[in-house]
């Protein structure tokens, strides 16, 4: 249970990063993860594949949701802003334009 608590707490996380919602509970994503996390919160070990397969989803899930952000985080920071102008791309490469003095 202790690991299962710790996912959702870091898929409630990436959420929070995410989101731009001040109240984590009216997000339609956290009533969901709570939701399925009560729904699967037994004590018995008999339904060991649906639990198994709820935790392989929630990892899939908060691995998806922090490579998006990273993924914005570098598109931010090392994205371009557009067309270069040609001096730009000569300056980019060391090339020296015509007009140039030598």
Do not use: W
Request: overall charge positive; hydrophobic content about 30%; some cysteine.
């Amino acid at each position: 249970m202790n690991s299962n608590l710790k996912l959702i707490r870091s898929l409630l996380r990436e959420i929070r990063y995410g989101s731009s919602e001040n109240q984590m509970r009216n997000n339609i994503m956290v009533k969901y993860i709570m939701e399925q996390a009560r729904a699967h919160s037994e004590t018995s070990e008999t339904m060991c594949k649906a639990r198994e397969e709820l935790e392989h989803l929630a990892n899939t899930y908060n691995c998806y949701l922090s490579s998006q952000r990273a993924y914005n985080a570098i598109q931010s920071q090392y994205g371009g802003v557009g067309e270069r102008s040609i001096r730009e791309t000569a300056d980019l490469v060391g090339f020296k334009l015509p007009h140039d003095p030598k």
